[in-house]
């Protein structure tokens, strides 16, 4: 069948182009009906033919099945509705797609006929398989290059989470039943050639894409009888470490026994901050893939390291409040800021006490700390001049991390870190 080009039809009206568009949908129809050897007469029991067409390509061809919106627009909505000449460019649009879809079928039919569906299928078979070897390879993993295209599909997909969809729907048209593939309903219905036909776009796409996202997220190593939901409730149980050891860090008091709700609930009371986080990471992912996993992976790691710094930070914050509002009332406090009761008597007990940096990472100095920092530069000792000088810029202007500075300095992490709170704690404490 052959496309139409709308520009030879711009003059014509629209009711023009809707009967002559509706004969060439019903001739494509009813040469689909013959290919594909459909009888139509059991759906005689759907009174308007064109819901019974509309039914036919929903529930029983896959082949064209795009081709319900035009029955739906110009055989059964058509005159219920108002349509403008810029409407009818769209109709072509979806007509010629279709056009293209039934002619690749009828070519890949042919192909079929003339070479055998055993040799076509064998030859796309290697080259999916060829595909699957070069993704694997390109992501350095170890894998059996001899191993059926079902399981190189399987272990591609499991580092590949960007493409599961196209995975999915590849392992489904081209494998079929083989090896216990979990095939949907569209996959039931196809033939010989549109299952080759289908793939085929498919293996096109994946080779044409795969690498755009292929370390977007990050890789996870299944053992054998693993999932993916395994690992999810694995980090579940992780979070909840964090949890009770972020409590006990404030020295805030929980039932060991009551549910992780419990420990959850205060730890978004103590650390309001945090409650995206975990009510993003605590979700229940029912089919959990890489992208919730390395989410959840990135959340952690975050609070893992900062949770101490962070707490810090909210101290000075609630201290620089009260200095430049002492008139302000623990309400008000809690409205301005943003934060819970509960956090602000943890603070209040805090205020006076000393931390342990041992574990404490780089720290971040907001721009108000910066400046009181750079005020009182000149009343510090050299040594702890030369190493805020060098982690933070302050007369060089360029920053180092707390390894790059335990290079520089012949020192420990913890020694950096300990000189630099000292520093900034004497600050802070007006000693300077």
Known sequence: ????????????????????????????????????????????????YYDRLIHMFYYDVFLCSDIQYLLNILGKDYQTNTYFLEDTETWFFQYNNLVEEFNNYMSVKNEINKRGYDVVYQELENKIKNLCIEMLEYKNKDFDRNASLFLLLKKVEQYY?????????????????AEGANIDEDSKRLDHAERIME?????EYLKSNYQEDAFLYRDYELKEGETFSD???????????????????????????????????????????????????????????ASSLTRMDEYYEYMKNHYKIDFINEINKYQKY???????????????????KEECDKIEEFMNEEFDVEE????????????????????????EKELLDYRFG?????????????VYFKLSRVQILQIEARAIRKIRKGMV
Not at 169 to 177: Q, V, W, Y
Not at 262 to 274: A, E, N, Q, R, S
Not at 394 to 406: C, Q, T
């Open 161 to 177: 989470q960007t493409q599961i969809l196209t995975i999915h729907a590849l392992r489904s048209s081209l494998i079929g039943f």
């Open 1 to 48: 069948m052959e496309k139409l080009d709308f520009n030879h039809y711009k003059d014509k009206s629209v009711d023009y182009i809707h009967e002559m568009l509706l004969r060439k949908v019903l001739e494509l129809v009813q040469h689909i009906i013959i290919e594909k050897g459909i009888d139509i007469d059991k759906y005689s029991y759907i009174d308007s």
């Open 322 to 340: 009260k200095f430049h509002h002492p008139e302000k009332s623990m309400d008000d406090i809690i409205n301005e800021l943003n934060l819970t």
């Open 199 to 203: 793939s085929r776009g498919l293996y």
């Open 394 to 406: 302050i007369v060089s202007f360029e920053k180092h991390s707390v390894d790059e500075a335990s």
């Open 231 to 289: 690992i999810h409730i694995r980090y579940l149980y992780r979070s909840y470490d964090l949890y009770r050891e972020m409590l006990e860090f404030l020295k805030v008091e929980y039932d060991k026994d009551k549910p992780p709700i419990h420990v959850i609930d205060l730890v978004k009371k103590y650390y309001p901050y945090y409650e995206e986080y975990i009510d993003d990471k605590n979700k229940p992912y029912f089919d959990p893939y």
């Open 360 to 383: 404490k990472k780089d720290y971040e100095m907001d721009d108000d700390l910066y400046e009181v920092v750079c005020n009182c530069f000149d009343e510090l000792n050299d040594q």
